[in-house]
């Protein structure tokens, strides 16, 4: 196999207990790796021990957290002007198997529609699908992989799903080019899903690659402010919706649709339904504005869409 020009992208933010197990992995990867890691303002030694395990990784380091999305487009822009041929993004809470990149950069070449490959993802311990992941491959969204694992056939083919959590996603520089990265419009959560949007939008695929896999330590993670709220989550989802270039939803007509059935909930006394409605038009309302400009720019067409004018040089020491 032609070698090629790969760079790794992990986001730190206090990782330190998943430093070894993480870089120590990528060190024994069969295809060489340039580790670029972009740390969102750790202060429980996550740097320091990085640069004892894995010496060679670049480290920039954020003065604070700027979200996933947003550090990842750092690593992105920098990884493709350094003429990467492919960028392998990995949860700072995960670790390779040494085949992991390479088998996957060797199907992904076969099948170039496929713009995002991802392996499977195991729990830390190794004994399980990884939960969360198991959603993403179930039969209506995965025709045929878990009956093809169980009977161990077409293993080395690359399975299209709709959509996959990017804890370890294999980019192709073709699917940067013409995708881009993270939208700004998503500080964390729901970032990955409207990349997917993005893509499909532009007619290539993602897939899974089941003959190959990470280890994903989120079973041990606790819930972050980010999860506590399920108001948050669900109005994150909103906004994926209406950002998707696909689906192209009227802003307005939405908004004003929901204020109307707000208030009808009120009337008819119905205060919980009525707050769930409140919440979606003031989501829109307070980032109508943002939304349509993401969408102007995801379905422009032009190269590099939101790493065009990423000034890196200035955001990290």
């Known amino acids: ?43 429980d030694g996550t740097i320091d021990q990085i640069k004892i395990v894995n010496p060679e990784a670049i480290v920039y380091k954020l003065e604070k957290n700027q979200g996933f999305g947003y550090a990842n487009n750092i690593g992105i822009k920098i990884a493709y002007d350094a003429g990467a041929d492919f960028v392998f ?10 085949n992991t990149i390479s088998d996957l950069i060797k199907h992904q070449k076969k099948m170039p529609e496929y713009g995002i490959v991802s392996p499977m993802h195991l729990t830390g311990d190794g004994l399980e699908i990884d939960y969360y992941f198991s959603n993403y491959i179930i039969p209506t969204r995965c025709p045929n992989l878990f009956s093809n694992i169980y009977l161990q056939k077409n293993i080395n083919d690359i399975y299209p799903v709709e959509s996959v959590n990017a804890a370890a996603w294999l980019i192709c520089r073709n699917c940067i080019k013409k995708i881009g990265g993270f939208s700004p419009l998503f500080f964390h959560y729901g970032e990955d899903d409207n990349y997917i949007d993005r893509l499909h939008y532009y007619n290539l695929k993602i897939g899974i690659l089941p003959s190959v896999v990470i280890y994903h330590d989120r079973e041990k993670r606790v819930n972050n402010r980010f999860f506590i709220n399920e108001n948050v989550v669900l109005n994150r989802l909103l906004m ?3 950002a998707n270039p696909i689906l192209n939803k009227k802003l ?29 038009f003031k989501t829109l309302h307070i980032n109508m504005k943002s939304i349509q400009k993401h969408r102007t720019e995801s379905m422009s067409g032009k190269d590099l869409c939101f790493l065009d004018k990423l000034d890196y040089k200035r955001l990290v020491s």
């Open 1 to 43: 196999m032609e070698i090629s020009k790969v760079f790794v992208i992990i986001i730190t933010y206090n990782g330190f207990k998943w430093v070894d197990k993480c870089f120590s992995s990528l060190k024994k990867s069969i295809i060489p790796v340039q580790i670029i890691v972009i740390d969102n303002g750790s202060v």
């Open 89 to 98: 993004l990995l949860n700072q809470d995960a670790w390779i198997e040494p």
């Open 252 to 280: 307005f007509a939405s908004k004003m649709f929901f204020l109307k059935s707000a208030i009808l909930s009120i009337i008819k006394g119905n205060i919980s339904e009525s707050k769930k409605l409140w919440g979606k």
């Open 240 to 242: 994926v919706e209406y």
